[in-house]
């Protein structure tokens, strides 16, 4: 089995920061894409941000120059840091880590930690 434990979410004010963390445990050989997701109460999930495992990066348009993932391979977490929050940043993040192991190629999903932009 594989686990998904995500930390680092709570209430900031506007222009703060923030940084979250995702860690994979279990039945875990490679974990090709690593990616967080956002979703804002009423509204659709989104992507937010992306990293392979050769580096690459992608970010949704509405958070690039604010935020950065990175990945730490050898403990197979990912990190979202967030800067100069903004109220419409408020939203339940989650991770999403496609990951290889004996049974295949399988996407899990955190259990989603909240973010809180407020004055």
């Known amino acids: 089995q594989v686990q998904l434990v995500e930390s680092g979410g709570g209430l900031v004010q506007p222009g703060g920061s923030l940084r979250l963390s995702c860690a994979a445990s279990?039945?875990?050989?490679?974990?090709?894409?690593m990616r967080w997701y956002r979703q804002a109460l009423g509204k659709q999930r989104e992507l937010v941000a992306g990293?392979?495992?050769?580096?690459?990066?992608n970010y949704a348009d509405s958070v690039k120059g604010r935020f950065t993932i990175s990945r730490d391979n050898a403990k197979n977490t990912v990190y979202l840091q967030m800067n100069s929050l903004a109220p419409e940043d408020t939203a339940v993040y989650y991770c999403?880590?496609?990951?290889?192991?004996?049974?295949?190629?399988?996407?899990?999903w955190g259990q989603g930690t909240q973010v809180t932009v407020s004055s």
């Open positions: 279990g039945n875990i050989i490679s974990i090709p894409h």
């Open positions: 999403n880590n496609l990951i290889q192991n004996f049974r295949g190629l399988t996407n899990y």
């Open positions: 990293i392979t495992s050769d580096g690459d990066i």
